[in-house]
């Protein structure tokens, strides 16, 4: 019997856990992935693979099967976290306080081997892979920064596919979901400004402290009253940050948070309904404010046509009892960047092993994955270049 593209995947095992384990043993933080960007060109040139720099750490690699054709992208993120790793693996972090809690690792070693099985596939199809190793994923600014530099052009990708890890389910599973699936992230930062009194005189100045204390809990009557309860969004506020002295009045505090949605028009009014909040409760507090919004990655939404696709390529070697749906995720991913102008989809990886302790959640830092779904996302990847490709 021919061998799947899976079982090919499969004799690959040893050499996708050794890569994966370089890779988590040498993390580095975002935009600074230089030495990872440096192993991940010499593979791709051990493999007769054309290579282009892109921005300061990404890699870009061409495959050109027997013909010219449309072009698929397939993309994978290289950064880690600003984690300390306490997993107790023999191949942790040898990087203080930088950990792959993300499973990046794992996603540039699973790129590298369906480009390693592409590179020796190029009679079976027509047209062009392109393989993206994308910086500075975590800070949501990676994939905007090489779309600015060109990597969906010059050849002009048609579709990108997208993969992430997940522990949370079991490895041999793969997410295929069209629609909304992970959540818009946007960042914002206000000050409310007061006026400092003594402690024992607050009439004599402004403050600060209790108008950012209504605010914070006004913000929250936003989500349960303003937005439409069939659409959620989130809005945290994670840091609080006010006054100087216990006997002093408060005439400053700063707050940060991050929202998050998946609709766009909910997405886009949330910074405007925030506003009216802050100008309301200041008015009525007698304080200033400086409010900024940073809209810094929209919602993963998975283009059906895609998803269907994809459905077909990976329901044919893994069976359609694998392939599952789940709820939304909240967490965002900067892969939404390339979908605003190419179609694409990401497929989630389940990596999870109860037994084998992988059971955590992506960025902590006992984060863990069942190594063994390695192969099913090479073969993803390889499956579904060759079939949107020969199409
Ligand atoms: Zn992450
Ligand atoms: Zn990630």
Known sequence: MEKTILDKAKEMQDWLVEHRREFHRHPELSFKEFRTSKIIKEELEKMGIETKAIGETGVIGLINGRESGKVIGLRADMD????????????????????????HDAHISMLLGAAKLLSGMKNDFKGTVK????????????????????????????????????????????????????????????????????????????????????????????????????????????????????NITSGKVTMEGMNRSFNDEARKMIPVWMERVIKGICSAYDCEYNFKYDMLVGAVINDADVIKQLKESIGSFLGEENIIQVEKIMAGEDFSEYMINVKGAIMLLGAGNIEEDCIYSLHSDHFKIDENAMPIGVASYVQAAMDFLNK
């Open 80 to 103: 880690a976290l600003p984690v300390q790793e306490d997993t107790g693996l023999d191949y942790t972090s040898e990087n203080e306080g930088v950990m792959h809690a993300c499973g």
């Open 131 to 246: 393989i993206i190793f994308q910086p500075a994923e975590e800070t949501g600014r990676g994939a905007k920064t090489i779309i600015e530099e060109g990597v969906l052009e010059n050849p002009a990708v048609d579709v990108i596919v997208g993969m992430h890890i997940f522990a949370d389910f079991p490895c041999g599973k793969i997410v295929l979901q069209e629609g909304p699936l992970m959540a818009s992230s946007d960042t914002w930062k206000l000050e409310v400004i007061g006026k400092q009194a003594h402690g024992s005189a607050p009439w004599q100045g402004v403050d600060a402290n209790v108008c950012a204390i209504a605010i914070t809990q006004a913000f929250q009557t936003i989500v349960s009253r303003v937005n439409d309860a069939r659409s959620p969004i989130v809005i945290n506020v994670g840091t609080i940050k006010g006054g100087e002295r216990f």
